[in-house]
């Protein structure tokens, strides 16, 4: 059972920069897969980026690459989601997840375990 408790979000202007957290209860946290996710109002849920459990691969979808950076921490059982140049179209509620398995990490389908959300909002 892993337990995912997010912070960070908020309000900030178009440029600005934010830092998600995603902090996982447990002593495995270091044989999960992590990704985020984020859904905009009224659209469904979309992979934003993904880390595989030991920190060496990385995936992001192609609006966010050069812009956001996931990352982990296995010692703090934390995975980061490091957004610089924020955009009014990154507006939505973030969700970090976690799976054991390494493959379709762009999809929902193999996670098991999420975050409560948290909301980000960019100022035009």
């Known amino acids: 059972q892993v337990q995912l408790v997010q912070s960070g979000g908020g309000l900030v202007q178009a440029g600005g920069s934010l830092r998600l957290s995603c902090a996982a209860s447990?002593?495995?946290?270091?044989?999960?897969?992590m990704g985020w996710f984020r859904q905009a109002p009224g659209k469904e849920r979309w992979f934003v980026a993904a880390i595989s459990s030991r920190g060496g691969t990385l995936h992001y979808t192609d609006s966010v690459k050069g812009r956001f950076t996931i990352s982990r921490d296995n010692a703090k059982n934390t995975v980061y989601l490091q957004m610089n140049s924020l955009k009014p179209e990154d507006t939505a509620v973030y969700y970090c997840?976690?799976?054991?398995?390494?493959?379709?990490?762009?999809?929902?389908?193999?996670?098991?375990?999420w975050g409560q959300g948290t909301q980000v909002t960019v100022s035009s």
């Open positions: 997840a976690a799976t054991s398995s390494g493959s379709n990490l762009y999809t929902e389908k193999p996670y098991g375990y």
């Open positions: 447990g002593r495995t946290f270091s044989s999960y897969a």
